[in-house]
Nanobody, 119 residues
Framework: QVQLVESGGGLVQAGGSLRLSCDAS????????MGWYRQAPGKQRELVAD???????NYADSVKGRFTISRDNAKNTVYLQMNSLKPEDTAVYYC?????????????WGQGTQVTVSS
């Protein structure tokens, strides 16, 4: 069963913007951190940005000042606003959510959404 539903990828020219959304409302456990990772062809998956339930945010150096992550805790949804996109931002972007119970931790991944930036 799909727990994370992503949307918002696509094709954009360099300098353009895209907004990704990830709906985690199907997760029944308490969600701690949510974030976005990306994987370009031939490369390892890397963290783009994440945000804790308390609002602490981390960004990859390569996206600082261009991308903004935000979260709606009431809706269990996380967003990634991507501005000033560059061809090197081209990748499959994956939503991630980490949840905990008293006895276990869970790590969820979305199916991925393609972001392609043309030069």
């Amino acid at each position: 069963q799909v727990q994370l539903v992503e949307s918002g990828g696509g094709l954009v020219q360099a300098g353009g913007s895209l907004r990704l959304s990830c709906d985690a409302s199907r997760i029944i456990f308490s969600i701690n951190a949510m974030g976005w990772y990306r994987q370009a062809p031939g490369k390892q998956r890397e963290l783009v940005a994440d945000i804790s339930s308390g609002g602490n945010i981390n960004y990859a150096d390569s996206v600082k000042g261009r991308f903004t992550i935000s979260r709606d805790n009431a809706k269990n949804t996380v967003y990634l606003q991507m501005n000033s996109l560059k061809p090197e931002d081209t990748a499959v972007y994956y939503c991630n959510a980490r949840a905990t119970t008293k006895i276990a931790e869970y790590n969820y991944w979305g199916q991925g959404t393609q972001v392609t930036v043309s030069s």
